[in-house]
Each structure stands twice: as C-alpha cells, then as structure tokens.
C-alpha cells in the first residue's frame, strides 16, 4: 500500500493546525468557560492545559490531565445524575476538527481535599462512560463534535458524595494506523458532588492515567486499517465502566441497553442527543466491539468554522478485486494540487 505510507507524512501535516481542547463545560445548565496557557489559578472549574495540540503516545504523563495541565481556583457544584456538557472547539473557537474514534469519560476521588489543590497525578480513576459508533453501520458518534455538539456526560445517579474530577477524553485514530499514531486530547474538571448516594467503584476497577493504556492496544493501534470499516469490531481502550455505574442517569445506557455490562458496544449513543456510552463490567477484561470507525464516504466534509481545516478522510477502492483490494485515504481539505500529485488527474 504504497498510495497510504506515501500519503501519510503528508496528511500528518495537512492537519498540523487542526487540533482543539475543552474551552466549555456546562453543568445543568450553568456554564464554564476554559483556555489555552492561563496561568496557575485560572478562574475555571476546567484545568487548564498549555496548548491543543494532541498528546502522542500512551504512556505520556500529559494523558492525566492535558498537556501540562494546571488547577483552576473554581470547583463545580454538580448532583447525582447531573449532565455536564463538554464542548471541544479549536483554539479560535473553530469546530472540532476530527470524526474518528472513540470519547471516554473517568472520574477521580479527590478525597478530603478539594479538587483544585489536588495532585490529579494520584489519581485513581475509574470509567464511567464511552462512546462508540452511534450504531452498527453508522458514523463514529465523535462526528456530532465535529458538527459543533457538546459531548454530554451524566453523572452516576448513585454515586457517593464529595470531591471529584471528571476527566474527558477523545482519542483521535485518522492516524491510528501506524503504531504511536493516536492523538489523545484529555480535559480535567473540578467537581464537588452532592446527594446520599453510595455507589463506589471496587479497588480492581481502578486505574492510573498514564498506565491504563499501551499503545500497541487494539483499540488505539489499528494495523489492518479496520477503523474505516463500519462493520468491523472495536475493542474499547482501558477498563471496563464501573459496575456501580449501572445505576447512573441516562447517559450511562447506550445502543446495547443498560444491561450489556462487558467492554464493548453495539453503539455509542450520540453525544448531542445525551445517550453517552455502554455500560460495562468491572472486570478491565475488554473484548471486541461492533463499535467502530465511521464510514468516510458516507460523510459530508467538515464545516470547520475556525481553522477551515478537519481530518476527515475519504476512503476510496483502487482496486477492488478478490487478490487485491488497494485503499487509499484522502483527506478533502487536500489542495487539488497535491491530491493530482498523490493520485493523478481527477482528484
């Protein structure tokens, strides 16, 4: 597959300035808005990282929090079941850039102290939602950001109460087919929750972030190029969701119904209309999925209002017999120039 390594480099820089970060979060209704470099002691609830450029690899402390993530002086007051809203832009306030792969969502127990003087770098998170396809056959749910949706996220409606961060994830795979190519975008935020609830995550369902991840994972390292094919299995990154989590809002339940409690899904359930994620087990053991890559000819071309640039892909058969099926990859916001160069006229 000449046509891809070629392609690539070229793509990777194509989409150099198409990135983002959280810049708003709504809790109920009440909203919060972030930034990009603000000092230590920003007035937010949200932490806020340096740049929005992705975290490349699995392992890299960044995946904690954001790139050099800093504490806020704010904490957010939010209730059992309550819906926060994370909207992901660019740093000109442009759309999200991205449509493939998968949004997770982890919390942390701050303890005793509140979560602005937290070292989130000893946390211990456990997974309270992730989101998929939006069904077998359709798009990455991850597109709706794209499209300018919140992603939405409710808070477990038995959770126990107290000090909490709420730690927000995209993982980008456009470049996910080469090993290390998988782009981390994380946002932390300041929660102090309410209620009596006493639903709690059990001592093997937590994890540590970095540590929960490899980058060899199939779900963040995808070889076969199977991220493209809507049909194809996907294996969800990381621990199972919690199993107290079964009794949290609506947000919890997915495609594959509130009662599908392993590591996978037949669907993600759409962020901009509040279905967030498939419950799963509380045993980490992940298993493959019918959640997976959108289909990029299916797809309109982003309208990116900031950057005018997105990563969407498009994927076209060079040659679609039994002994050699060719595929290629083509992003839109290719010049015509460069895609004549890359496949010819007719581009």
Not at 226 to 255: E, H, K, L, R
Request: aromatic share 6%; proline share 7%.
């Amino acid at each position: 597959m000449k046509a891809v390594a070629l392609f690539l480099p070229l793509f990777t820089a194509a989409c150099a300035s198409a990135h983002g970060f959280v810049s708003k979060v709504t809790i109920d209704g009440k909203a919060y808005t972030g930034g990009i470099g603000m000092s230590n002691g920003a007035t937010s609830i949200i932490r806020q990282v340096s740049e929005q450029d992705p975290i490349k690899g699995a392992t890299n402390p960044s995946v904690n929090c954001g790139t050099n993530a800093k504490p806020s002086t704010l904490v957010g007051d939010a209730n059992p079941g309550s819906e926060i809203d994370f909207d992901w832009t660019t740093a000109d306030g442009g759309k999200w850039p991205h449509n493939t792969g998968p949004m997770l969502t982890y919390m942390a127990s701050c303890g005793s102290t509140t979560c602005d003087k937290y070292d989130s770098g000893q946390a211990k998170w456990f997974k309270t939602q992730q989101v998929g396809r939006k069904a077998p056959g359709q798009d990455w749910a991850q597109i709706d950001i794209m499209n300018g949706a919140p992603a939405k996220v409710f808070i477990p409606s038995n959770i126990t109460p107290g000090n909490y961060l709420i730690r927000h994830e995209i993982i980008a795979l456009h470049l996910g087919v080469s090993l290390g190519g998988a782009e981390f975008y994380v946002s932390c935020t300041q929660l102090r929750i309410g209620g009596n609830g006493n639903g709690a995550p059990s001592a093997n369902e937590l994890v540590s972030l970095p540590g929960a991840y490899s980058d060899n994972d199939p779900g963040i390292f995808d070889p076969s190029v199977q991220v493209y094919d809507p049909n194809a299995a996907y294996v969800f990154p990381g621990p199972n969701i919690a199993s107290f989590v079964n009794g949290g809002g609506p947000g919890q339940s997915g495609n594959a119904g509130a009662g599908n409690n392993n590591n996978t899904s037949n669907g993600g359930g759409n962020p901009s209309a509040g279905a967030s994620g498939t419950p799963t087990k509380g045993n980490g053991a992940p298993s493959p999925s019918t959640s997976s890559g959108m289909n990029p000819t299916n797809t309109a071309a982003s309208n990116n209002a900031g950057s005018g640039q997105s990563c969407q892909l498009k994927r076209n058969v060079v040659d679609g017999s039994p002994s050699r099926n060719v595929v290629t990859y083509k992003p839109r916001h290719l010049s015509r120039v460069m895609r004549s160069l890359l496949w010819g006229k007719g581009h």
